[in-house]
T-cell receptor, first 114, second 115 residues
Framework: AQSVTQLGSHVSVSEGALVLLRCNYS??????LFWYVQYPNQGLQLLLK??????LVKGINGFEAEFKKSETSFHLTKPSAHMSDAAEYFC????????????FGQGTTLQVKP | ETGVTQSPTHLIKTRGQQVTLRCSSQ?????VSWYQQALGQGPQFIFQ???????GRGNFPPRFSGLQFPNYSSELNVNALELDDSALYLC??????????????FGPGTRLTVL
């Protein structure tokens, strides 16, 4: 069965510092991988997705993620954190096939300090 | 273009009652998925509807049921509510049922509290 593990339930960075949110997946087949962001009292917004076209994926708001098959990882990064980046971040995997269900990790809360 | 909308925003029910949550999909989308997000957890897949038929189900008991209408809007029904059903219920629509390529657009959710 496919699964997603997000390392670190809380990450705190200073404004302007590098953001690194970790995600490891378990999949027996080439996966589709996603990062979503959730602001308080809102739904999920797609940041970026990996669909095997390129291992380095660029998303919205300056975020990017690199797919590393050998490490089964899909870590999310942003060179310089902004206060507005404070939110909950979820990594997700889709098994593909005829059901587009998403399997989410537990989430990582990003705190950005001034 | 109207995004995914859900109603109501908040709901309070007592144990044993029944509840119906509603979702309007984004224009042109024929697939709706429902997720349950407990406090402090990631969303969990409940089921998906594609062209009015159930198209996949997660590990949820039969008292969780759904419908999709000809205009592709959807309902989630939960019978015999339990305290553990308290959660944010998210609806997501997509252009098609196949995973991966088709981005799922999420609504703001319905916060259900069971007392």
């Amino acid at each position: 069965a496919q699964s997603v593990t997000q390392l670190g339930s809380h990450v705190s960075v200073s404004e302007g510092a590098l953001v690194l949110l970790r995600c490891n997946y378990s999949s027996s087949v080439p996966p589709y991988l996603f990062w979503y962001v959730q602001y308080p009292n809102q739904g999920l917004q797609l940041l970026l997705k990996y669909t095997s076209a390129a291992t380095l994926v660029k998303g919205i708001n300056g975020f990017e993620a690199e797919f590393k098959k050998s490490e089964t990882s899909f870590h999310l990064t942003k060179p310089s954190a902004h206060m507005s980046d404070a939110a909950e971040y979820f990594c997700a995997v889709s098994p593909g096939g005829n059901t587009g269900k998403l399997i989410f990790g537990q989430g990582t809360t990003l705190q950005v300090k001034p | 273009e109207t995004g995914v909308t859900q109603s109501p925003t908040h709901l309070i029910k007592t144990r044993g009652q029944q509840v119906t949550l509603r979702c309007s999909s984004q224009s042109g989308h024929n697939t709706v998925s429902w997720y349950q997000q407990a406090l402090g957890q990631g969303p969990q897949f409940i089921f998906q509807y594609y062209r009015e038929e159930e198209n996949g189900r997660g590990n949820f008991p039969p008292r969780f049921s759904g419908l999709q209408f000809p205009n592709y809007s959807s309902e989630l029904n939960v019978n015999a509510l339990e305290l553990d059903d308290s959660a944010l219920y998210l609806c997501a629509s997509s252009l098609s049922r196949t995973g991966g390529y088709n981005e799922q657009f999420f609504g703001p959710g319905t916060r259900l509290t069971v007392l």
